[in-house]
């Protein structure tokens, strides 16, 4: 007899069983599908289905509309800045939260390892008054100081050095800001503080523009890590300069993490997409409506970006690619 087998004729001996010919072609039947005469056939009738001459049999299977590969899992993912090693690549901050409780609340929720503080004065007249160290252990968290507020590089060294008296940190986030409307770094004061810090022995991460030729600059003279701006501070815009981003990436050979602008939880993924070791944020989550739940999406954000990076993602292409192959269609 002449049966079609998936659009094409083939001779068989009369009486075959729709097992009979998954046998004869080498088929497992529990890895297919099988269609008589365009009705489904059960597995479970495949020995009592007997073909007759004329019939049309499709035998499917199913494919994996992509790659048939997969990357490694990186189960040991972390970066490391001056010699310590991290495994949360989300950073965060310690303003404008409502209170301390909810600071540290925000932080766990977050899953970070490093929290920047910034250093202001006590308040002598009522040393009472709780301290951020009564909430978030600086034995458990890497505290990291900066130079919020500051204009110029004399009072960011000198900031710093009050730090490393106060903590003993040397681990340090540099940053000297432009005007008050902006936040934007100043690159020259920038620079400055960061060679009298490094001489002095500090470990600097350095606030930058993204500005690929700055940023390499700052690394050669030493500094632990590049941190260019995705917008600026506090205004949640999100990534502005991808393309600045990503070849600061390309390029460096210390960490590179976005610091500033981050709005949302697709800023974070898009941030950790480029390439980034990592993301530094305090507006978006302090300032979220749920700042517990907003940190909990950044973390999940952080996550899925850099698994997005290791994966590789597909082309870009100008027109359409259908996802299964055509040939063998029914």
């Given at each position: 007899?002449?049966?079609?087998?998936?659009g094409k004729q083939r001779d068989f001996d009369d009486g075959m069983t729709v097992h009979?010919?998954?046998t004869r072609?080498?088929?497992?039947?529990?890895k297919i599908a099988v269609?008589?005469?365009?009705?489904?056939?059960?597995?479970?009738?495949?020995?009592?289905?007997?073909?007759d001459d004329g019939d049309e049999v499709e035998i499917v299977h199913f494919i994996g509309g992509g790659a048939d590969t997969a990357p490694a899992r990186k189960d040991d993912d972390s970066f490391t800045v001056a010699g310590r090693t991290f495994r949360s690549r989300l950073l965060v901050g310690t303003g404008k939260y409502k209170d301390y409780e909810q600071n540290a609340r925000a932080v766990e929720a977050a899953g970070a390892e490093i929290v920047t503080v910034a250093v202001r004065r006590v308040n002598v007249t009522d040393p009472d008054q709780p301290m951020l160290v009564d909430f978030i252990d600086p034995q458990k968290y890497t505290y990291l100081p900066n130079t919020a507020g500051c204009f110029t590089a004399e009072d960011a060294v000198r900031t710093l050095?009050?730090?490393?008296?106060?903590?003993?940190?040397?681990?340090v986030k540099l940053e000297v800001l432009g005007d008050q409307k902006t936040l934007y770094p100043n690159m020259p004061e920038t620079v400055r503080a960061a060679e009298a810090l490094l001489k002095e022995g500090f470990e600097v991460m350095v606030y930058c523009s993204d500005d690929p030729i700055q940023a390499k600059r700052l690394e050669e003279m030493g500094c632990c890590a590049i941190m260019p701006l995705g917008a600026p501070i506090g205004s949640g815009l999100g990534i502005q300069n991808p393309v600045n981003i990503r070849l600061i990436v390309e390029e460096a050979k210390v960490p590179v993490l976005v610091d500033a602008g981050v709005g949302t939880a697709s800023d974070a993924a898009i941030a950790m997409e480029l390439g980034c070791d990592g993301v530094l944020m305090n507006t978006a989550i302090a300032e979220a409506k749920d700042p517990i739940m907003m940190a909990?999406?950044?973390k999940a954000a952080v996550e899925a970006g850099r698994l997005a990076y290791l994966a590789g993602r597909m082309p870009k292409k100008?027109?359409?690619?259908?996802?299964?192959?055509?040939a063998g269609l029914i």
């Open positions: 007899m002449r049966i079609t087998v998936n009979d010919l998954l072609m080498r088929l497992n039947s529990r269609e008589l005469n365009l009705e489904i056939v059960a597995k479970s009738a495949y020995r009592r289905t007997t073909l050095r009050l730090a490393r008296e106060a903590g003993g940190w040397d681990l909990r999406a950044m100008k027109y359409a690619d259908p996802s299964s192959p055509l």
